[in-house]
């Protein structure tokens, strides 16, 4: 497959160390899979091609709408492409992943996850942190199981969840992957996120989060809003390669390129 780079380096504190610590990831939205679809199944297969050529990557996160419509059927082809990636990944759930009266709600997702993804056996929820190198990476779910709709939703039971674990990892730096982007990368107002003002309250009470990555609008962009970094990225084949500088330091440097 042909790469198109579009450089998008993307500096969010002025200062860079000589002797830094750097840490590169992956982040994979909007695949859309589905298995009836010869040209999705094929952008999914070129994507973990592209992404296996990529030097130095830890993880892989795809931050929802990760198959097209619903069902286990797409969902588990979805899984046996990526089941190829070299490196672990972690998935995140948009608002066309789920659907309870599909016979696709977030337990049957999370179960089916944690069958055929190794990154994912431990984890039980939508909703979950994990960790590399001392950096704390927080998935957070805005996505609704019964009456789906293109405007996220972090309730408040997932908003007080991520309120607790601010507070608790409170001395480390942390990076939230979510699908719905709670600062608008762009005029969509049907896209917007319901009450995202309460999500704000919550990162106004921290200071230790310095980014937060979400896909959903089709569109990229990077936006620095009271000292967080908040990034859309485009739908797959596109896909956005980051190096979190200086990630030891209460100042890391995100860089990023987006490929295709």
């Known amino acids: 497959m042909k790469k198109i780079l579009m450089l998008a380096v993307v500096f969010t504190f002025c200062s860079l160390s000589v002797f830094a610590k750097d840490m590169r990831f992956i982040q994979v939205t909007d695949t859309l899979y589905n298995t009836a679809d010869e040209k999705s199944v094929e952008r999914l297969q070129n994507l973990v091609s592209e992404i296996n050529k990529e030097p130095a990557a830890e993880f892989v996160v795809f931050t929802g709408n990760n198959i097209s419509k619903p069902t286990v059927e797409n969902l588990e082809g979805f899984l046996k492409e990526t089941k190829y990636l070299n490196i672990p990944y972690y998935v995140v759930l948009g608002n066309k992943d789920v659907n309870k009266q599909r016979g696709l709600g977030k337990k049957d997702y999370v179960n089916l996850l944690r069958k055929n993804i190794k990154s994912h056996k431990k984890i039980e929820s939508p909703n979950y942190v994990f960790e590399k190198d001392n950096v704390i990476f927080i998935v957070a779910d805005g996505s609704k199981e019964v009456i789906p709709s293109s405007m996220g939703y972090y309730k408040a039971d997932v908003l007080k969840w991520?309120?607790?674990?601010?507070?608790?990892?409170?001395?480390?730096?942390?990076?939230?992957f979510q699908h719905f982007p709670i600062i608008p990368p762009a005029d969509r107002e049907s896209h917007y996120t319901f009450k995202a003002d309460e999500y704000l309250k919550v990162l106004a009470k921290h200071d230790n989060v310095k980014a937060v990555f979400a896909g959903h609008f089709g569109v990229n962009n990077e936006q620095t809003v009271n000292g967080i970094?908040?990034?859309?990225?485009?739908n797959a084949p596109y896909y956005r390669v980051i190096d979190m500088t200086d990630y030891d330091t209460k100042t890391p440097v995100f860089w990023s390129v987006i490929k295709e």
């Open 162 to 176: 991520l309120d607790e674990q601010l507070s608790f990892y409170k001395d480390k730096n942390v990076v939230i």
């Open 229 to 234: 970094l908040h990034v859309a990225t485009k």
